[in-house]
């Protein structure tokens, strides 16, 4: 199975900061990466897939980028509404894994 | 409006059975793939199976083979999740989603529904 690897686990910023966390996989994958938001006690909702495009309704805020193995999610100026945990997933083939998340928490 | 809606979830005691149901509505559920994952207490996701439109086509994650079983009523618009043989470390938010429109058999989830709880102890 392919392994993708959050880091950072937990991050703190404050409003407006730029943000970046970093997905590696554990072989190339392409660019078949997803990126999930989930806030406290809520399901998971898709922001990102195929590493960069924009879900529908996604604040623009929001970017991706990377192939091969290393993927970047970027929030341009953080929001309050943004804390949640973020997940990676890969999509290269089943059986489809998740990165174990980063934890945004907000100053 | 996409809404899945999983129940059938509770306390459950180990070496028992249980099926999870989930409802869709707001789609055309008979051309929808569809997925379960799980969320274990404070850990992260784990994809557990998938089933094709007309359920023809399954796939299961490797270590539950066996024990976990999905199938479809698309008469009903509903989706099930049959687990056997309850361990410990089944306890966990068990979710289903839907494919994405966009990505077709790849393994991309939206919308997911709002998950029902399944804990298993004696």
């Known amino acids: 199975d392919i392994q993708m690897t959050q880091s950072p686990s937990t991050l703190s910023a404050s409003e407006g900061d730029r943000v970046t966390i970093t997905c590696r996989a554990s072989q190339s994958i392409t660019n078949w990466l997803a990126w999930y938001q989930q806030k406290p006690g809520k399901a998971p909702k898709l922001l990102i897939y195929?590493?960069?495009t924009l879900e529908s309704g996604v604040p623009s805020r929001f970017s991706g980028s990377g192939s091969g193995t290393e993927f970047t999610l970027t929030i341009s100026s953080l929001q309050p509404d943004d804390l949640a945990t973020y997940y990676c997933q890969h999509y290269n083939r089943y059986p489809v894994t998740f990165g174990q998340g980063t934890k945004l928490e907000i100053k | 409006q996409v809404q899945l809606v999983e129940s059938g979830g509770g306390v459950v005691q180990p070496g028992r059975s249980l099926r999870l149901s989930c409802v869709a509505s707001?789609?055309?559920?008979?051309?929808?793939?569809m997925h379960w994952v799980r969320q274990a207490p404070g850990k992260g996701l784990e994809w557990l199976a998938v089933?094709?439109?007309?359920?023809?086509?399954?796939i299961n994650e490797d270590s539950n083979k066996g024990r976990f079983t999905i199938s479809r009523d698309n008469s009903e618009n509903t989706f099930y999740l049959q687990i056997n043989s309850l361990r410990a470390e089944d306890t966990a938010v068990y979710y289903c989603a839907k494919e994405s429109s966009s990505s077709g058999w790849a393994g991309v989830f939206d919308p997911w529904g709002q998950g029902t709880l399944v804990s298993v102890s004696s």
């Open positions: 195929k590493a960069s």
């Open positions: 089933m094709s439109h007309d359920g023809s086509i399954t």
């Open positions: 707001g789609l055309v559920f008979s051309n929808s793939i």
